[in-house]
């Protein structure tokens, strides 16, 4: 009698599948790859290109507009697994996980037609702008704001860290508009594309080894169509974080696909360099502090398999903390292996030749963005915990 598990812990056949062959497109094209884009100013078209084909970008679309019709547990594997194989494709965390998804959920039919089809097939791609200068990490403190005037909007503001303008399409911006029933502001998203009149963006230098470069956006006085509204301007909240809940768990899969990625080279390291009679992953100095980084990574892939099974069941309330809790611990997590796996190397770590001291940096991210881990700490401690807010 065979059982078929498809849960928040144990992955279908269906899902192992996934995982051998995106792992399988990761290794094609590989590291060197990856990081000669990088050294070249060039992004990674051919292995962007190559996973649409195959169907992966999309796979968390509706099948209606192109999509996989799967759900955000199958992107996260696609990411994960390409991040396992040293070419993490940062862009997918926002454009098919965020944006893709809030279109899918709150966009109008018109809307699902023009961007949908396109972001699954690769044609298009979508940036996200939430972050601003003043606020942080702090949502509620954004101060973009959108105001009717006739049928169209207009948005002004300033939005800080966005990944990808240069290469997208449109950009996905979190404004606030007025409550006419209270006069507080509340959230909303426009989709804006590149060349709107009056949305110019500028590049922030950043010691990263990405292709995707992080940019600051200016909204002056930017003339919206009415249909630039994504959703219903009273949902606020709501569909924010239908956005921000993806991005959490995709931002965990980009940590543990690093963490692994790092973990395997100081493993294979380990195993054949030898300094006196034998290997030096034959002495637990060195074995104990891999094998703890395993199974931190294992803990953490468990954490974000159940956020993203929450998130696909429709309960966002309880994929909410999930997927915080997920990507605290898979950022932790990949940060860690990565330091070992330097460490374990020595001062070959920190050559070009093993590729490993770029990650250093890297890693830093999942701790940072989208959201700090201090903030987490908060989140779980006011809504888990239930303990008095100090702010």
């Known amino acids: 009698m065979s059982v078929t598990f498809d849960n928040a812990l144990l992955e279908s056949e269906e899902r192992r599948t996934l995982r051998a062959s995106v792992a399988a497109l990761g290794r094609r094209f590989g590291r060197e790859y990856f990081t000669t884009a990088v050294r070249e100013g060039r992004q990674t078209d051919e292995l962007w290109q190559e996973a649409a084909k195959l169907g992966y970008l999309g796979v968390n679309l509706p099948e209606e507009y192109g999509g996989g019709g799967a759900g955000l547990s199958e992107l996260a594997i696609v990411l994960e697994e390409l991040g396992a194989t040293g070419c993490p494709l940062l862009l997918l965390v926002v454009s098919p996980a965020i944006c893709g998804t809030v279109i899918a959920r709150f966009g109008t039919e018109e809307q699902k037609r023009r961007w949908l089809p396109g972001l699954a097939d690769g044609t298009r791609r979508m940036a996200f702008g939430i972050t601003e200068p003043d606020a942080g990490s702090n949502s509620h403190r954004i101060t973009t704001t959108a105001r009717r005037d006739g049928d169209t909007w207009v948005l002004t503001g300033r939005k800080v860290f966005v990944s990808g303008v240069d290469i997208a399409d449109a950009t996905l911006i979190v404004g606030r508009t007025e409550d006419a029933r209270t006069g507080r502001l509340k959230p909303c998203l426009f989709v804006v594309e590149r060349e709107t009149p009056g949305f110019e963006f500028r590049h922030i230098p950043m010691e990263l080894t990405a292709p995707e470069k992080q940019f600051q956006l200016f909204l002056d006085d930017v003339r919206l169509p009415a249909d630039a509204l994504v959703g219903d301007e009273d949902a606020g909240l709501l569909q924010l974080f239908a956005g921000l809940n993806p991005e959490r768990v995709m931002t965990a899969a980009f940590s543990l696909g690093m963490g692994r990625y790092a973990l395997q080279v100081a493993v294979e390291y380990a195993r054949v360099r030898q300094v006196w009679k034998a290997p030096i992953g034959a002495h637990q100095a060195i074995a104990h ?103």
């Open 289 to 391: 502090p891999l094998a703890q980084a395993r199974i931190d990574l294992e803990l953490a892939g468990l954490m974000t398999r159940k956020a993203a099974f929450l998130y696909d069941a429709g309960d966002d309330m309880a994929a909410g903390e999930a997927a915080n809790m997920a990507k605290y611990a898979a950022a932790e997590a990949g940060a860690r292996a990565v330091d070992q796996a330097v460490h374990t190397l020595g001062g070959n770590g920190l050559t070009t030749e093993y590729g490993l001291a770029s990650l250093l940096t890297a890693s830093r991210v999942g701790r940072i963005a989208p959201v700090s881990r201090e903030m987490i700490l908060n989140f779980v401690c006011h809504h888990t915990l239930g303990l008095p807010r100090s702010y």
